[in-house]
């Protein structure tokens, strides 16, 4: 018998605090994957959010630094410049990178600092009960946009990987998506170019998965799916902005 | 001759898996794990052709495929 899939070794084999369905899993995962198959798991340098996702650093076995709520970018460019030779990389959410974290994020890509980021934007504040965020899509339902998000009053949802895209520089910016299996394998190449990037010393890599939340959004895991499908992916356009061969072009 | 694993324990039962398996073998159980929640299982495991969708897209990593 062979194994055709297990648990890669980085990811600590606990049960994870994720509501059921969340996707916070298989990013978790294929993180995971690709730091086994890069082999950087003794060099790597985690720094995790403020949100659900603050608890990374229980699942991937990696060193970690908690920073402040959307600091992240900040802290492991600290960590960076300090050690050079170390993989640096942070996980975080939209209401932590898109939100209060904009400045950080959008000048740790300016100054093209060599750090990765994974950016999980689900459209919305998981840990805090659902409240909206700057990804969330016209018309959703949130605590604080009980009858959907107007475009006339809140303006429409940021788009992160195509503005830092703006930036010149060496850097990689990508978006793929987690809701079915072909999205989360090309995720993945995405994962590990960006994370190359990093290990070939040459600037910045970030890459946005596009996520759910059930428990916030109101909807059982599967119908979270199909929300992804009509509404998540019409907006977000998935590929790669920059840096890849697919934005080579 | 295929075959795949849950560990049933760290099932919480969004049944994801069952809507990507291409042989529609999975299924939730009437069991009731620690945790309280249905977990997911096969019982035709004959059927199974490895192809691991379910492992993939397995939020929880509770499925192992072996083959």
Redesign the interface.
């Known amino acids: 018998m062979t194994v055709v899939f297990d648990r890669p070794k980085s990811l600590r084999d606990v049960r994870t605090h994720y509501c059921p369905g969340c996707l916070h899993g298989v990013a978790h995962r294929l993180v995971a994957e690709v730091i086994d198959e890069l082999g950087i798991r003794e060099i790597g340098i985690g720094v995790s959010p403020v949100g659900c996702s603050v608890l990374a650093y229980n699942y991937i076995n990696t060193d970690w630094q908690q920073a402040a709520h959307g600091r992240a970018p900040a802290v492991a460019t600290g960590i960076k410049r300090v050690h050079p030779d170390k993989f640096v990389y942070t996980y975080q959410g939209d209401g932590d990178l898109a939100s209060i974290g904009t400045a950080e994020i959008v000048h740790a890509a300016m100054r093209n600092e060599k750090i990765s980021v994974i950016f999980i934007n689900n459209g919305i504040y998981g840990m805090t009960g659902g409240q909206m965020a700057p990804t969330t899509q016209i018309g959703q339902k949130t605590t604080t946009s009980p009858f959907g998000r107007s475009a006339e009053h809140i303006g429409y949802p940021i788009r992160m990987t195509e503005m830092l895209a703006q930036l010149e520089g060496d850097n990689y910016l990508a978006r793929g998506t987690l809701h079915n299996a072909a999205g989360i394998a090309r995720a993945k190449r995405y994962i590990k170019k960006a994370f190359q990037y990093q290990l070939d010393n040459r600037g910045f890599s970030m890459v946005e998965l596009i996520s759910n939340c059930p428990t916030n959004w109101g909807m059982h895991p599967k119908e979270s799916i199909e929300y992804i499908k009509e509404h998540q992916l019409k907006y977000y356009q998935l590929g790669e902005f920059k840096g890849g061969e697919e934005a080579s072009k | 001759m295929a075959?795949v694993l849950f560990n049933e324990e760290?099932c919480?039962?969004?049944?994801?898996c069952t809507?990507?398996c291409p042989q529609k073998i999975i299924f939730m159980a009437d069991r009731i794990n620690k945790?309280g929640?249905h977990p997911a299982t096969v019982e035709e495991m004959d059927k199974c052709t490895?192809c691991?969708?379910c492992?993939?897209?397995?939020?929880?990593?509770v499925?192992?495929?072996?083959?």
């Open positions: 075959k760290r919480k039962g969004c049944e994801l809507m990507v945790q929640y490895a691991a969708t492992a993939r897209v397995c939020p929880d990593v499925i192992t495929v072996e083959k």
